[in-house]
């Protein structure tokens, strides 16, 4: 079992044995507090290696839009490529100085859609977030086809039978 840290409980090991049940509920509480608070704590040693960067894709009639959180990261840093129907986004960063080192890398790769066009795409980057907008081909657009309605007891179309009348032979 984890201690939990804003609590501020020791997780004490007893000699007494807890009934598996009361264990169980306390399993349960930990798991219940992480899943609904910020833990680990932003300055919390286990918090060292958790990125939890937004990354989205939608996808409308004409395009399709990509955008990842990098904060951290400046525009050189970063590596996009298409390649058949995969889109790769990287980024590597490193600083070396007084003594310290620092490596920081990013990397996501999403199957596009069939149909984009990445000989069109445009990608910004601003305030540490890329915004990519992959435009689609005309036979990846889709037609819409139009649906009639009709009234009822009106005769079917040529080149169709009516439905047969269900009811009692005469």
Do not use: C
Request: no cysteine; aromatic share 8%; charged share 35%.
């Amino acid at each position: 079992m984890f201690p939990v840290p804003w609590r501020g409980k020791s997780s004490n090991v007893s000699a007494e044995k807890t009934h598996p049940l009361e264990q169980f509920r306390r399993e349960f509480d930990v798991l219940f507090d992480r899943f609904f608070s910020d833990w680990p704590a932003p300055f919390e040693p286990e918090a060292a290696g958790v990125r939890m960067w937004d990354f989205d894709v939608s996808d409308s009639d004409n395009e399709v839009i990509v955008k990842a959180e990098l904060p951290g990261f400046d525009d050189k840093d970063l590596d996009v490529q298409v390649n058949d129907n995969l889109l790769t986004i990287k980024a590597e960063k490193q600083r070396k100085g007084d003594g310290e080192r620092e490596y920081r890398s990013f990397r996501r790769t999403i199957t596009l859609p069939a149909g984009t066009n990445p000989d069109k795409a445009q990608a910004s980057y601003h305030n540490g977030v890329l915004e990519l907008h992959l435009p689609k081909t005309e036979q990846a657009k889709g037609k819409r086809i139009p649906v009639e309605a009709k009234a009822a007891g009106t005769a079917a179309p040529a080149g169709e039978k009516e439905p047969a009348k269900q009811g009692r032979p005469k």
